[in-house]
């Protein structure tokens, strides 16, 4: 594991780095994909405890559990590896209580740790920044909080999760254990779980402070317990797309499409040599075909349609937008929504934009102006100075469109 010491003000730092910068600061980009993402942890130490303020703190967190009705499966109670449902939760260390929020906290008092599972999709700094990554990585973020009690207390045992993760400490100490040897880069579906006790010792042991980071490829082995006081950290869950999903999702397509790939062997097979001979040459080219109709164009062009999909729309003022369409004119400033995922394609009829999982079709003389708008070189424009040949009814008929369909909104 490589540790990176950054000791320039904290505050500058955060404020002028976005996205997956923000988190990795002051390592750039380019060098934690080529040197870490995938292949090794990562722990960055950084002077400031209120690097992550802006992000959540420990009274955000009280607001937010006090504010909550705790009526779904977005906050849960872990205590030594154990995760207690919320109808058992009520019981759960709340001594009969039949408070939701009542037995969550007795929990905590008692040595829980809280998890708030994809709290960006309730706090507002956090899903900004989970929409930057998302729209940087083109790999669907989320995070989960998890607040863990003072006196050394644990929420889940030496386990390893199938995603990466980057965990922002924002509050309190957690002492981490890392194991080794790990099973490389598992799949959602693989769970190599070995027995606690023939892990062994940790191979590194260290103080997480707030500020710090520490990124994790999925299948490292962890553990983490607090220290003297309470324990608030971010768990940034990384799911890029694979290329196991592309070549699976590809060979299913071929199956559909051939009905020799949904064929069963002859009867008999395993004890008549012949049929035994003809099943194997058959297979042999089954694998020839297959090799033949998958497409890697066709795979990256699948690829590209879930990365723009890959994470929730970004939607905030959709609905003033609308209320102004009708006051609209052809100097009202509009401009692309930020950190929006997309992608243009063209035909000999139409152009498609594609965003926010769906497909927005229009006529083809009008692909420089949706291309204008879509690539957002300018911080503002109006439906006067968009390029091409429209004339005035029909530039503001596309800027309408493209508002009304949530691409763009009002400047």
């Known amino acids: 594991m490589e540790t990176?010491?950054?000791?320039?003000?904290?505050?500058?730092?955060?404020?002028?780095?976005?996205?997956?910068?923000?988190?990795?600061?002051?390592?750039?980009?380019?060098?934690?994909?080529?040197?870490?993402?995938?292949?090794?942890?990562?722990?960055?130490?950084?002077?400031?405890?209120?690097?992550?303020?802006?992000?959540?703190?420990?009274?955000?967190?009280?607001?937010?559990?006090?504010?909550?009705?705790?009526?779904?499966?977005?906050?849960?109670?872990?205590?030594?590896?154990?995760?207690?449902?919320?109808?058992?939760?009520?019981?759960?260390?709340?001594?009969?209580?039949?408070?939701?929020?009542?037995?969550?906290?007795a929990s905590y008092r008692d040595g829980a740790t809280i998890i708030m599972d994809g709290l960006h999709h309730r706090w507002a700094p956090l899903q900004r920044l989970v929409q930057a990554i998302g729209a940087e990585t083109n790999a669907k973020f989320q995070v989960n909080t998890y607040l863990t009690p003072g006196g050394g207390a644990q929420g889940f045992k030496p386990h390893q999760d199938n995603h990466d993760v980057f965990v922002a400490q924002a509050h309190g100490v957690k002492r981490w254990a890392l194991y080794g040897p790990r099973f490389e880069l598992p799949l959602k579906h693989m769970n190599h779980q070995i027995p606690v006790e023939q892990y062994g010792e940790p191979v590194h042991e260290f103080d997480l402070r707030p500020g710090d980071l520490l990124y994790l490829p999925r299948g490292t082995v962890h553990a983490a317990r607090s220290t003297d006081t309470a324990s608030l950290h971010l768990t940034f869950g990384a799911r890029p797309v694979l290329r196991s999903t592309l070549l699976m999702e590809a060979i299913e397509q071929v199956i559909t499409a051939d009905v020799r790939f949904r064929q069963g062997l002859p009867l008999?097979?395993?004890?008549?040599?012949?049929?035994?001979?003809?099943?194997?040459?058959?297979?042999?080219?089954?694998?020839?075909?297959?090799?033949?109709?998958?497409?890697?164009?066709?795979?990256?062009?699948?690829a590209i349609t879930q990365a723009i999909s890959i994470n929730?729309?970004?939607?905030?003022?959709?609905?003033?937008?609308?209320?102004?369409l009708d006051s609209m004119d052809l100097d009202t400033g509009v401009s692309r929504r930020s950190d929006i995922r997309w992608d243009m394609r063209k035909s000999d009829k139409s152009v498609q934009l594609h965003f926010h999982n769906k497909i927005v079709e229009l006529p083809v003389h009008v692909a420089d102006e949706v291309r204008f708008a879509a690539e957002g070189t300018e911080p503002s424009f109006t439906a006067r100075t968009l390029p091409g040949q429209l004339d005035d009814s029909g530039r503001l008929v596309l800027i309408r469109t493209l508002v009304r369909e949530g691409f763009l909104t009002f400047a």
């Open 4 to 105: 990176i010491t950054h000791q320039e003000n904290g505050e500058s730092i955060a404020q002028s780095h976005t996205g997956l910068a923000r988190l990795i600061a002051p390592l750039d980009i380019a060098t934690f994909q080529n040197e870490f993402f995938e292949k090794k942890p990562l722990l960055i130490r950084r002077e400031n405890r209120e690097y992550y303020a802006d992000l959540l703190t420990l009274d955000n967190v009280d607001e937010i559990l006090s504010l909550s009705s705790l009526q779904n499966e977005d906050v849960r109670v872990a205590a030594e590896g154990s995760i207690v449902s919320l109808d058992d939760r009520l019981a759960f260390g709340a001594h009969g209580s039949t408070n939701a929020q009542e037995a969550v906290y």
């Open 268 to 302: 008999g097979f395993v004890s008549d040599k012949e049929l035994s001979r003809q099943a194997e040459e058959d297979l042999a080219g089954l694998i020839g075909a297959l090799a033949e109709r998958l497409s890697a164009a066709g795979m990256l062009e699948s």
């Open 312 to 324: 929730a729309p970004e939607l905030r003022n959709h609905l003033t937008d609308l209320e102004r």
